[in-house]
């Protein structure tokens, strides 16, 4: 059996987010659940997945196979997948929150227009939001439709597609761009000339921001389609769940609370090599010893909650940098919540999390970091003001201020000499708070810096 085999759905989503090891535990160096984004990329390049298996995966699991070959070596999978696979990772790649990337459209045209049979430019057409599309073109040129043909240009540089009537101006300076607003201008105009002068009309009736904010409506109900929520359904998802709350929780939810509650859809870029205790004992068991159904359940309700951190955080779902911070720092949040139920002595963590549901745990410790983001916020300033010498505080502080809160890589290792590391320049590479004995020695630090802070004033 082919790896690309292993990779496609059947009856259980592990086909989707890897292959299972035999290691006794998580932290070993082969993961029981591996990402299996750069396998999928791997059996495209090498032919070994159809077009069928393409078709049946998520369209975000697309997108992410999509981001690992790039864009121009991206032809034979976006020839392959359904139009509403190819919709959502226009949706994902041509957005930055809630503004078009414009020059990022243009890079999508300038691949789509070297295919000599326009198919792919006919696709991306297809595919495009047309009010997206429009608002792109009407940058770049300007039409006039005359109630006579005209024999001759009305003006120097303008173009007619039907013997006069319709004469069009393309006003970008930029070469690149004047050759793919013609060509794609062409396009339309014969495979779909009610839009070409739909398009017209919408310059004399709509400006480019009204154009834009049509597109982002559309575009908003298309991923809630997708199962992926909107930004105020993420902030509701993120409500605190204080220890009272938590312990209430433990003792009244059922397995049917959380059923009801969780949903989503499987994103294979969780890999769980070097996972924390306890969440890395729950997941193993989750994902070796429990029924299909059970192991569905957990993966479709981690997808709920990687898209909720990822809409609440503004993430760019296109800066995989991005993206591995969000989900490094869920990891430390699953693992500190299932350690703070722990601390309740109500049940272990398979009780836990079958009566409060990954959504539980996340928010119980959500709870604390978000708790101590504010904190650190507020001594941010402080220190700014009484010790702005202080440098390396300072790029803690920043850090701890971030959404989602982090510390940067040398807080863990504090150890070294800090001489050395003010001699050389700072390493922030952000790192996610992992467990509470990591939390607790963030607040110790805040502790400490605020005596520092204060005592100035």
């Not at 320049?425 to 607040?443: H, Q, Y």
Request: hydrophobic content about 40%.
């Amino acid at each position: 059996m082919s790896e690309a085999k292993d990779l496609t759905p059947r009856s259980s989503p592990l086909h989707i987010m890897g292959k299972r090891s035999s290691a006794d535990g998580l932290a070993h160096e082969r993961a029981y659940i591996e990402p299996s984004v750069a396998s999928l990329a791997t059996a495209v390049i090498k032919g070994d997945i159809s077009g069928q298996e393409l078709r049946s995966l998520p369209s975000q699991t697309v997108y992410f196979v999509f981001q690992a070959l790039g864009l121009e070596s991206s032809g034979d999978l976006l020839s392959e997948i359904r139009d509403s696979q190819y919709t959502a990772i226009l949706d994902f790649d041509l957005w930055d929150k809630d503004s078009p990337r414009e020059e990022q459209c243009w890079d999508w045209f300038a691949v789509a227009e070297q295919d000599p049979t326009f198919g792919a430019l006919g696709k991306l057409v297809r595919c495009l939001d047309p009010d997206l599309l429009a608002s792109i073109l009407s940058r770049h040129f300007e039409a006039w439709i005359l109630d006579d043909a005209l024999d001759q240009p009305p003006a120097p540089y303008v173009y007619t597609p039907d013997r006069g009537y319709t004469w069009v101006e393309i006003k970008t300076k930029d070469a690149t761009k004047h050759r793919l607003v013609g060509k794609v201008l062409a396009y339309i105009y014969q495979t779909k000339p009610d839009f070409f002068y739909r398009m017209i009309a919408l310059q004399q009736q709509q400006t480019v921001s009204e154009l834009e904010e049509e597109a982002l409506e559309n575009r908003q109900v298309r991923l809630r389609h997708q199962e992926i929520p909107t930004h105020g359904e993420s902030t509701l998802f993120h409500q605190r769940l204080p220890h009272e709350k938590l312990r209430e929780a433990l003792t009244r939810c059922s397995t049917a609370d959380i059923q009801s509650s969780e949903r989503g859809h499987l994103i294979p870029i969780f890999g769980w090599r070097n996972t924390p205790e306890p969440l890395a004992s729950l997941v193993r068991e989750l994902l070796t010893s429990s029924p299909a159904k059970e192991q569905e359940d957990f993966q479709l309700a981690l997808g709920w909650v990687t898209n909720n951190a990822l809409v609440f955080f503004s993430t760019p779902i296109f800066e995989p940098e991005r993206v591995a911070l969000v989900v490094n720092f869920i990891k430390g949040a699953l693992n500190i919540g299932l350690e703070l139920a722990l601390n309740f002595g109500t049940g272990n963590a398979r009780s836990i999390y079958e009566k409060i549901g990954l959504t539980g745990i996340y928010q119980a410790a959500w709870s604390e970091l978000a708790l101590l983001r504010k904190d650190s916020t507020k001594l941010h300033r402080a220190l700014l003001e009484t010790a702005p010498d202080r440098q390396e505080d300072i790029v803690i502080l920043e850090q701890l201020c971030c959404l989602p809160p982090s510390v940067p890589d040398f807080f863990l290792n504090r150890t070294s000499s800090q001489k050395k590391r003010q001699e050389e320049k700072i390493d922030v590479e952000p790192t996610a708070i992992r467990s509470l004995a990591e939390l607790t020695a963030v607040r110790d630090y805040l502790l400490a810096l605020e005596r520092v802070a204060y005592q100035h004033k």
